[in-house]
């Protein structure tokens, strides 16, 4: 049956592939086998993959640059897509800006910056795309990205496109109502700035991230949300948990917030080391810690 399906799925998207470990396509180099994994270049091959999956009955799980994701060592079931192609457009109509879900968020903030934008820097150093980014509310203390949006062009989970308008979704730390729904592409509104402040901006938080992150390393970024009038990170060192380590992965010794898959490291590896995490601090400061970090698979 599968075998049948996976060359029926390689005939009609040629380059795609079966069994494709997802470890490959996330920032902690971690993550099981999706069944079927896609990279979608235009909204005709979308319609195809829409029709694909429902006639046969599979789950559609869309992820971007696997910044923000903790992939199960057992994998992904169904078809996991990837948008690249003519969702990487980039469009500037004087101060607002079209960004295809496949923008990368550097590009976003500088090519803002380089017309003399202002709204999108602090979105400079943050590793992912614009549609994950509008699933996780991506941001810094600076400013979230849902701050900015006008209207998102999404597919919901039957394949029916809608444009939904600013306030027809609800931003919140680090989520959006938007999920279960395909992000398509989003209209944000930014302002006139002078150009020069914006760009020196955008080096000082590069740097300011360059001091704090263990950049270099394979991760996802900040594990746990900050809890209300604190810092995961200092609740985290404070309880002695910097360079812990289970199997391959580790506490990072430069920032406590942050899991680096130091050897090979597994999703049970992480998972182990999320739950000593929250059971120490738990302990010690009687602090509940929330996943920021998405997790998907088995
Ligand atoms: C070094 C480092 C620093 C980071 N710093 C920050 C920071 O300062 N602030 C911050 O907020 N985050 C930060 N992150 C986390 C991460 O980069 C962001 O959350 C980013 O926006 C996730 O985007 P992504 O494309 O990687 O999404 P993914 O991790 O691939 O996916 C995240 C979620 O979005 C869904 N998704 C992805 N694309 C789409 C789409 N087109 N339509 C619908 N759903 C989709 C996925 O299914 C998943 O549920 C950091 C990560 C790293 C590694």
Not at 164 to 183: A, E, H, M, N
Request: charge should be neutral; glycine fraction near 12%; hydrophobic fraction near 40%.
């Amino acid at each position: 049956m599968l075998t049948a399906l996976s060359e029926e799925f390689r005939a009609l998207f040629p380059g795609a592939k079966t069994d494709e470990p997802l470890a490959r396509h996330t920032t902690w180099g971690i993550g099981g086998p999706a069944d079927f994994y896609v990279e979608i270049r235009t909204r005709q091959e979308l319609t195809t993959l829409f029709q694909w999956t429902r006639s046969h009955g599979l789950p559609l799980t869309p992820i971007g640059q696997g910044s923000n994701l903790l992939v199960g060592d057992g994998g992904v079931r169904g078809v996991t897509l990837r948008l690249r192609g003519d969702f990487e457009a980039l469009r500037f109509e004087s101060d607002r800006a079209t960004v295809g879900a496949a923008v990368l968020l550097p590009q976003l903030s500088r090519a803002a910056a380089e017309r003399g934008l202002t709204g999108a820097e602090p979105f400079c150093g943050i590793p992912g795309t614009v549609g994950g980014a509008l699933m996780t509310n991506a941001g810094t203390p600076e400013g979230d990205l849902g701050e900015l949006v006008r209207e998102v062009e999404t597919l919901d989970a039957d394949g029916v496109p809608r444009r939904l308008t600013r306030d027809q979704i609800q931003f919140s730390y680090r989520r959006s109502s938007l999920t279960g729904t395909l992000v398509l592409s989003v209209d944000l509104q930014l302002r006139p700035g002078d150009k020069n402040d914006i760009l020196a901006a955008i080096d000082r938080q590069l740097k300011r991230r360059a001091e704090r992150q263990p950049l270099g390393t394979k991760n996802c970024g900040s594990v746990f949300k900050n809890p209300p009038g604190d810092y995961a990170a200092r609740l985290i060192e404070t309880a002695g948990l910097k360079g812990l380590r289970v199997g391959g992965a580790q506490v990072s010794p430069k920032h406590a917030n942050f899991i680096e898959n130091v050897d090979r490291a597994s999703a049970a590896d992480v998972r182990a080391l999320i739950e000593t995490i929250q059971k120490t601090v738990r302990e010690r400061a009687g602090v509940a810690l929330d996943l920021e970090v998405w997790t998907l698979g088995e």
